[in-house]
T-cell receptor
Framework: AQSVTQPDIHITVSEGASLELRCNYSYGATPYLFWYVQSPGQGLQLLLKYFSGDTLVQGIKGFEAEFKRSQSSFNLRKPSVHWSDAAEYFCAVGAHSGGYQKVTFGTGTKLQVIP | NAGVTQTPKFRILKIGQSMTLQCTQDMNHNYMYWYRQDPGMGLKLIYYSVGAGITDKGEVPNGYNVSRSTTEDFPLRLELAAPSQTSVYFC????????????FGEGSWLTVV
C-alpha cells in the first residue's frame, strides 16, 4: 500500500523568501504524485501533478515540484512567497489498488507567511 | 462552472440523530469520493464509487453509508451520529484514468453534540 509523509506540520517564511515543502512517498512502482492547496474554509485545489515525463513539474501560482525517484520525494518549491500563499498544502500519491485508483493524502503542511 | 457541490455547508447534530450530506457533480465523472478531514490527520477516505450502482468502502467507513443511483449524485448518510463523527467532510470526483485530477467540493462542517 502506498503512503505519504509530510514531515513539516507547520512552516513560517517571510514574504519574498523562497519556499520548499517536503513530501516523501512509499510505493512499489512509479506513482502519480500531486500537490493540493487548501485555503481556510475552502476545498482543495490542485497545484500540480506528475505521472510521467519531465521530473520537474510546473504548476499554478508559480509553484513547481521535482520528482526524485532515488529519494522517493516530490518536494514543492516557490522562489518568492506571497502573503496570499498562506494556506495548507497536501501532497498525495495515486496508484492502482485492488482494481481502482486510490489516492492517499499526507497530513498536510500549514504555511504561514510573515511580512 | 458548478463542479462539485456539497450541501449543507454547516450542520450541528445531536448524538443519535441521522442526516445525509448531499454531493453532486456536473462534470460527468465516473469516480466519486467522500473524505473526512480532521486536524493533523490529512484526508481519510470514507467511501468511493467508480460508477452508478457501484460503491465500496475506504479507510474509515464505519458509521456511514452511501449510494450512487446516478452518475451525478453521491450522498453520504450518517445513521446514528456520534461525537467522533465531528469533522469536515469533502466530496470529490474525477474522470476514470490514472493520474487524473481529483476535484473537491468546498466541504461540509459537521459537529455532533
Amino acid at each position: 500500500a502506498q503512503s505519504v509523509t509530510q514531515p513539516d506540520i507547520h512552516i513560517t517564511v517571510s514574504e519574498g523568501a523562497s519556499l520548499e515543502l517536503r513530501c516523501n512517498y512509499s510505493y512499489g512502482a512509479t506513482p502519480y504524485l500531486f500537490w493540493y492547496v487548501q485555503s481556510p474554509g475552502q476545498g482543495l485545489q490542485l497545484l500540480l501533478k506528475y505521472f510521467s515525463g519531465d521530473t520537474l513539474v510546473q504548476g499554478i501560482k508559480g509553484f513547481e515540484a521535482e520528482f526524485k525517484r532515488s529519494q522517493s520525494s516530490f518536494n514543492l518549491r516557490k522562489p518568492s512567497v506571497h502573503w496570499s500563499d498562506a494556506a495548507e498544502y497536501f501532497c498525495a500519491v495515486g496508484a492502482h489498488s485492488g482494481g481502482y485508483q486510490k489516492v492517499t493524502f499526507g497530513t498536510g503542511t500549514k504555511l504561514q507567511v510573515i511580512p | 462552472n458548478a463542479g462539485v457541490t456539497q450541501t449543507p455547508k454547516f450542520r450541528i447534530l445531536k448524538i443519535g440523530q441521522s442526516m445525509t450530506l448531499q454531493c453532486t457533480q456536473d462534470m460527468n465523472h465516473n469516480y466519486m469520493y467522500w473524505y473526512r478531514q480532521d486536524p493533523g490527520m490529512g484526508l481519510k477516505l470514507i467511501y468511493y464509487s467508480v460508477g452508478a450502482g457501484i460503491t465500496d468502502k475506504g479507510e474509515v467507513p464505519n458509521g456511514y453509508n452511501v449510494s450512487r443511483s446516478t452518475t451525478e449524485d453521491f450522498p453520504l448518510r450518517l445513521e446514528l451520529a456520534a461525537p467522533s463523527q465531528t469533522s469536515v467532510y469533502f466530496c470529490a470526483s474525477k474522470h476514470r484514468g490514472s493520474g487524473n485530477t481529483i476535484y473537491f467540493g468546498e466541504g461540509s462542517w459537521l459537529t455532533v453534540v
